[in-house]
């Protein structure tokens, strides 16, 4: 479906992108994407659902997950300026070069549904890591059966991809909700928590693949809405998120049980997960 | 419209015998509601059941000084209101429809009656009321976390 994800030639030695593009994708730029180029003219092949650690010099590196569409050109990321890097990142321009080093991690399996239904539950930014599915189910709409999209957040405002979320529902094959924990006077859509999307179900239970991507908490209860409509654990994903600094498993820092979620994850078969998800000390 | 058939093809209905499913059918008539249609009203009497079997519905409440919000929409296979089983039997708040909708309708008045009279037709049709009440207290408690407001992760 996509091209095999790129090897790179050491792990640990970022190779220098050019932001081509930097803009904001909701409100006042808290949420921004990058498109970015290699320096080098290679482009940097992924799956959907891997993560790059992207690296402004001089400042430090993060983690962030890859949201652009595996199958075309260019690399695009999005993120949110919320610690001390992203935010210093958040004031890079077109023409700057970060550090890339990837892609890394687990991939969403979109190619395990085909033949079945798809159910992709995103949450808040959540919406990002799964726009890669998203964007592989779209070329390759004839190999699925029904393909939904329940998107949650906070209010209207925070809707991200909102453009392309409307073109999306405009399409007659591909199912796309939308909700928000609290409309405004100007919302005349879904209010509520996006586990009520799933309530209202469409999809066959049995023959339904679905990967949900959001706040941990959110995807509990995603998770628990899935299941009690009746899609088993084992048909389940989702992506985990822990502090990730090595990316490769070697550090520890985002041990998760007796995973490391850069290496085992960031995707992850509920099933996998189900005895270690909500522990607390974890 | 086989007001039997259509009891039948809720999920929330699902599992009730065939006698408490005729009962329903004879408590209940299909009903059809255009865009901006009041289904609710603040201290109206709560006379009718309603499960949406199709379309979009708003429930809002009056904020005095904030004016009306909108607290939740509720959508097909999802019961609108509960206060027709609880004392006074008064609406709580408004619900209006965003589109074209439409919902099985029942007499409220008549249910209460029959779940009186016949115990058993009264826990069926009350656990699942609970049920309902249940997920939507935690979908309100999961709002109140407010799960995608900061600080977040920078990962996704």
């Not at chain 1, 469409?202 to 339904?208: E, H, V």
């Not at chain 2, 004392?87 to 209006?96: F, K, N, V």
């Amino acid at each position: 479906m996509s091209a095999p994800a790129s090897q790179p030639l050491d792990p640990m030695i970022p190779r220098q992108f050019r932001i081509e593009e930097a803009f904001a994708e909701v409100g006042s730029g808290e949420v921004y994407s990058w498109r970015l180029s290699p320096l080098d003219g290679e482009p940097l092949r992924f799956a959907p659902g891997q993560f790059n650690m992207l690296y402004q010099f001089g400042i430090g590196e993060v983690p962030i997950s890859i949201s652009g569409d595996a199958e075309a050109a260019g690399l695009v990321h999005t993120l949110r300026a919320v610690g001390g890097v992203t935010k210093a990142m958040q004031k890079l321009e077109a023409g700057e070069v970060i550090g890339v080093r990837g892609p890394f991690g687990t991939a969403w399996p979109v190619a395990e549904a085909e033949g079945q239904d798809l159910v992709l539950v995103a949450g808040g930014i959540g919406l990002a890591p799964l726009r890669p599915a998203v964007y592989c189910a779209l070329r390759h709409r004839d190999r699925f059966n029904r393909v939904f999209l329940l998107y949650g957040t906070r209010q209207p405002e925070d809707i991200l991809f909102r453009e392309e979320l409307e073109h999306w529902r405009a399409q007659l094959d591909l199912d796309v909700y939308v909700t928000v924990d609290r409309g405004g006077p100007g919302w005349h859509g879904n209010v509520g928590v996006v586990t009520k999307l799933i309530a209202r179900g469409g999809f066959d239970p049995a023959n339904t693949v679905a990967m949900a991507c959001g706040p941990e908490v959110m995807m509990r209860f995603a998770v628990m809405a899935l299941q009690k409509h009746g899609v088993a654990a084992e048909r389940i994903y989702v992506s985990m998120e822990r502090n990730m600094k090595c990316a490769i498993g070697y550090c520890g820092h985002c041990q998760y049980g007796p995973h490391f979620i850069c290496k085992d994850g960031p995707v992850f078969r509920f099933d996998t997960l189900q005895p270690i998800f909500d522990v607390r000390e974890l | 419209m086989d007001m039997l058939a259509a009891i039948k093809a809720e999920p929330f209905f699902e599992g009730i015998p065939e006698k408490e499913l005729a009962l329903l059918a004879d408590c209940g008539e299909a009903g059809t509601f255009p865009t901006g249609a009041w289904l609710l009203r603040q201290h109206a009497p709560a006379k009718h059941f309603y499960l949406l079997t199709g379309g979009l519905v708003e429930l809002k409440a009056f904020v005095p000084q904030r004016g009306v919000v909108t607290l939740e929409t509720l959508g097909v296979h999802e019961p609108l209101g509960w206060s027709w089983l609880v004392p006074p039997y008064q609406w709580h708040y408004d619900a209006r429809t965003l589109e074209p909708t439409t919902a099985l309708v029942f007499d409220a008045v008549r249910l209460r009656h029959e779940m009186e009279a016949d115990h058993e037709f009264g826990f069926q049709l009350q656990r699942r009321v609970i049920d309902i009440m249940a997920q939507r207290l935690q979908a309100i408690r999961m709002q109140s976390l407010d799960v995608y407001g900061l600080p977040g992760g920078a990962f996704l």
